[in-house]
């Protein structure tokens, strides 16, 4: 039985063909470490620019609720994006050892 090839979904453009923001291409592995890195690095980065002088006076005692909703706000389709970037790396790399091993007779 031979497989029929799946064209796994484009991670560089959304369905328009407009360029993603900041996605970087994907790497030769679904590298989990570097996933979670790049979450995290997002997320201190924007978490700092949130806690200044002026959001201290501004929204004081409420400050962590604030900052809580720009995050989930700001980040939500970011990480959705990285998300489907990882999926779509991991399916195209068990897709094309599973073809490996079907040439090879496996």
């Known amino acids: 039985m031979k497989a029929k090839?799946?064209?796994?979904?484009?991670?560089?453009?959304?369905?328009?063909?407009?360029?993603?923001?900041?996605?970087?291409?994907?790497s030769s592995s679904a590298n989990v470490g570097q996933f979670v890195e790049e979450i995290l690095q997002k997320t201190s980065e924007l978490l700092l620019s949130q806690i200044n002088?002026?959001?201290?006076?501004?929204?004081?005692?409420?400050?962590?609720?604030?900052?809580s909703d720009n995050l989930r706000?700001?980040?939500?389709?970011?990480?959705?994006?990285?998300?489907?970037?990882?999926k779509n790396t991991a399916y195209t790399e068990g897709f094309h050892a599973g073809s490996h091993l079907q040439r090879r007779g496996f």
Request: aromatic fraction near 4%; charge should be positive; charged fraction near 20%.
């Open 5 to 26: 090839a799946v064209k796994p979904a484009v991670s560089a453009k959304n369905a328009k063909g407009a360029p993603v923001k900041n996605e970087r291409p994907s």
């Open 53 to 67: 002088e002026g959001n201290i006076k501004q929204h004081g005692q409420q400050l962590g609720t604030v900052v």
């Open 73 to 86: 706000k700001n980040l939500s389709s970011d990480f959705k994006n990285l998300a489907m970037i990882f």
